[in-house]
């Protein structure tokens, strides 16, 4: 989830930035509405009026804005554990709402005054007047609609889009005075109808966008996130994706299908790294919730039906299980060596009675096994410093039993180094990007048990394979 403090004060620094845009939009706004109106009143054109009419729900528009922001800035809490982001969509529902009021209004002036009709009167002052509200309305189009696409924000693309239609309205409302000036003065009706039908032709647009995020509509590209999430190591199959939301921040659930023998632990790891990188490759992307699954297999083998089972069985009884091996003797019976681990202090009494009663578990849930034999370890709690780098064998010496097995251009990386007093060695081995896993390990394992045979000898010994190149 994107809680952490850069997020939260980028997400904060966005909406101070949107809420600026808003305030120096209001004020072009204010300024250009007064104009209008006063033009309007003065001269008795409809058109122009209608045009002030406009102007004012582009400044009631802003403020609307202004409030939403406020209250979409705020961070997820109990009542609202999504966050208010949705109020920024509440607040472009509100303006288009508003738009449509402002057309029936200018509509009902319209045919009152066909029905009534009336005298207008234009000069050069007011064609003058009305031509200065042209380029200030360009500039806040232009600003507005550069700021709502850098900062992904819904509520500012909403009022440019709104602001924009001011263009044609004053366009239009300064061809109808020149007509007016012309002696056309049926040119005043015909451009006020213009003017709301712009304006209610916009107003739906901003109501179908921000009825589209309200109602849950998919907010992320189904494709992208599928791409993000078979990056991860370990998916098998993605499906049932969904997302809602809005662009600025959406959530995502989806479940996952892995293998039906991995442990619990390994298949919460995958799901918290999927989460991960769908919040931090997807930028719309809030947080995401991963659901998991196994995949079915219509017929798994003896040892992957047993390992699985094993795994289970143990992580039940609250231990962990690994190196497991599985034999069979020349009777076809079973026998079984495992290493089980053990969270927390616990005595080697304690641990020995668990270990007995998985034991006794296995046993009865497969009676082929005739032998069981159990290694008991602890998982270390602290982290564990290194010793000083005295008395470690020669490297010279190290590397000639290594390439006894292996050449030495495979040998990428050798680290010796003591803890505890134990010699420690870490060996990196390239090999062939073809080669079978178990042709690999099988010399990785010569390597180790070359190293554990030398003077003195190596107790912990990590070889690490990689593909060459």
Known sequence: MKHNLSELQEREQRYAEVQKVLLRVLFANLAVTILKIAVGIFTGVLAVAADGVHSLVDSSSNLIG???????????DE????????????????????????????????????????????????????????????????LEKRAGTRLNSEILLADARHTQTD?????????????????????????AAVVVLLIARSAVQIL???SLWLTDRRAVDTDRITEVVYTVPGVQFVHNIRSRGNPEAAFVDLHVKVS????????????????????SQIDSVREALV??????????????????????QAEGMGMGMHELHIHTNENGELIVELHLEFTGEVTLAEAHAQADAF????????????????????????????????????????????????????VKELRMYRVGGHLHANIVLTFPGEMLLSEVHHQAEEVEIALRGCQPPVEHVIVHMEPEG
């Open 291 to 312: 659901h998991m699954e196994p995949t079915k297999k219509e017929q798994p083998t003896l040892w992957e039906r047993m390992s699985e089972d094993l795994l289970r």
């Open 66 to 76: 202004m409030a939403a922001i406020r209250l979409a800035r705020r961070p997820a």
């Open 260 to 279: 039906p023998g991995m442990s619990t632990a390994r298949a919460h790891a995958i799901a918290t790294e999927v989460e991960r990188r769908l919040v």
């Open 208 to 210: 179908m966008d921000a």
């Open 359 to 410: 034991e006794t578990q296995v046993r009865r849930s497969w009676p082929d096994v005739t032998s069981l034999v159990t290694h008991l370890e602890p998982l270390a709690q602290h982290f564990i410093g290194l010793d000083a780098d005295e008395d470690l064998p020669p490297r010279e010496d190290v590397m000639a039993l290594v390439t006894k097995i292996v050449s030495a251009e495979q």
């Open 167 to 191: 263009l044609y309205v004053t366009g239009s409302v300064f061809v109808s005075l020149v007509g007016i000036w012309l002696g056309w003065a049926w040119l005043d009706l015909v451009v």
């Open 79 to 142: 009542r609202h554990p999504y966050g208010y982001q949705r109020f920024e969509s509440l607040g472009a529902l509100a303006i288009g709402l508003m738009m449509l009021l402002a057309a029936w209004e200018i509509g009902s002036q319209i045919v009152s005054r066909y029905l009534e009709g009336g005298t207008v009167e234009v000069n050069t002052v007011t064609l003058v007047l009305i031509g200065l509200t042209f380029p200030v309305n360009v500039v806040v189009v232009l």
